[in-house]
């Protein structure tokens, strides 16, 4: 079965820096989906971004963009000049059989301004 | 467009008692998901609707847990009687199609708290 680690329960990070939030998965199947998604304090959760396996080039959202190694299993989110509204839960997620998403415990990020 | 809702935000219930979730998709959108979240721990799939049939109920956890779709509209999701164990969030999420092109629109979650 498909499995996705977020190793950094907390990550803080000051007002208009770099912070980059770590993800690794385990699988055997060659094309699959992976997505970082976002849910600020008592709202809902919203895409951020997603990557396609079979895609070398890594994507990017504006401020938000991914380092996918795919040959490490590795799937990091890096966000760039970090804003206020960026205070979230961070969670990794990896689409298994096109349909039904598998989560990794989530990562809470904290802007200090 | 309104987006994925969930009711009730909350609930404190005792062992052994039911509850009833439910979840309105956003309108047109054929495929449902139910997820939980335990406390600390990963989200994790409970189970996909397809219009009003279940496509995979592979992650329900035990007989306790009915999931219904009835005309494929809204969902309910059933435990009775509660556990403690099943305190947790229980988020909806619903997608126009279902594949992996299809975005996965979440519900801001029910809270459940079994004592």
């Known amino acids: 079965a498909q499995t996705v680690t977020q190793s950094q329960p907390e990550m803080s990070v000051q007002e208009a820096e770099t912070v980059t939030l770590s993800c690794t998965y385990d699988?055997?199947?060659?094309?699959?989906?992976l997505f970082w998604y976002k849910q600020p304090p008592s709202r809902q959760m919203i895409l951020v971004i997603r990557?396609?396996?079979?895609?070398?080039q890594n994507a990017t959202e504006n401020r938000f963009s991914v380092n996918f190694q795919k040959a490490a299993k590795s799937f990091s989110l890096k966000i760039s000049d970090s804003q206020l509204g960026d205070a979230a839960m961070y969670f990794c997620?990896?689409?298994?059989?096109?349909?039904?998403?598998?989560f990794g415990q989530g990562t809470r990020l904290t802007i200090n301004p | 467009e309104a987006g994925v809702t969930q009711f009730p935000s909350h609930s404190v219930i005792e062992k052994g008692q039911t509850v009833t979730l439910r979840c309105d998709p956003i309108?047109?959108?054929?495929?449902l998901y139910w997820y939980r979240r335990v406390m600390g721990k990963e989200i994790k799939f409970l189970l996909h609707?397809?219009?009003?049939?279940?496509?995979?109920e592979s992650g329900m956890p035990n007989n306790r847990f009915l999931a219904e779709r009835t005309g494929g509209t809204y969902s309910t999701l059933k435990v009775q009687p509660a556990e403690l164990e099943d305190s947790g969030v229980y988020f909806c999420?619903?997608?126009?199609?279902?594949?992996?092109?299809?975005?996965?629109?979440f519900g801001p979650g029910t809270r459940l708290t079994v004592t």
């Open positions: 999420a619903s997608s126009q199609g279902g594949n992996h092109l299809s975005e996965q629109y």
């Open positions: 699988t055997s199947e060659s094309d699959y989906y």
């Open positions: 990557q396609e396996a079979y895609k070398q």
């Open positions: 997620a990896y689409l298994q059989g096109a349909q039904k998403l598998v």
């Open positions: 309108s047109g959108h054929d495929n």
């Open positions: 609707f397809v219009k009003e049939s279940k496509q995979d």
